[in-house]
């Protein structure tokens, strides 16, 4: 069983190397040419590129250009969170007087009911007093 294993693993790993043998190819001269062709293509781009760069002129006012954006992004988002604080607390304050408002509404309707029936409010008391029992 172990042996089985180890000469799955082995002839596994013996075919994972042979194809990656296989997989690599000579390269030939003219390819190498059009390598070389398109590093120097490559590398006189990235000259340019340094060379515009060296432009200072253009970079203060890029860097303008970012500091603006930056603040009114941060402008942005302040205002953001501002709105998003003032939007809870109203929504605090609105459950607050649902709450309120209902409170009141029942101990209003409460002491109306004791004020109509003294009859029923002396009984509740009579009750509280001995217990329940009569």
Known sequence: MRMRRMFRVSLLA???T???WMSVMSVEAGETEKTAENQTVVTKQQEEEIF???DITELDEEFEALEEESVFIIEEVEQY???TRRKKMQRIVVIILVI???VTGITT????KRKKDPAAAEE?????????QT
């Open 52 to 54: 515009q760069i060296e």
């Open 18 to 20: 042979s194809v990656l």
């Open 100 to 102: 309120v408002i209902f």
């Open 109 to 112: 309707g409460l002491v109306e």
């Open 81 to 83: 969170r501002r709105e």
């Open 124 to 132: 509740n008391d009579t009750e509280k007093i001995t217990g329940g």
């Open 14 to 16: 013996w075919c994972m």
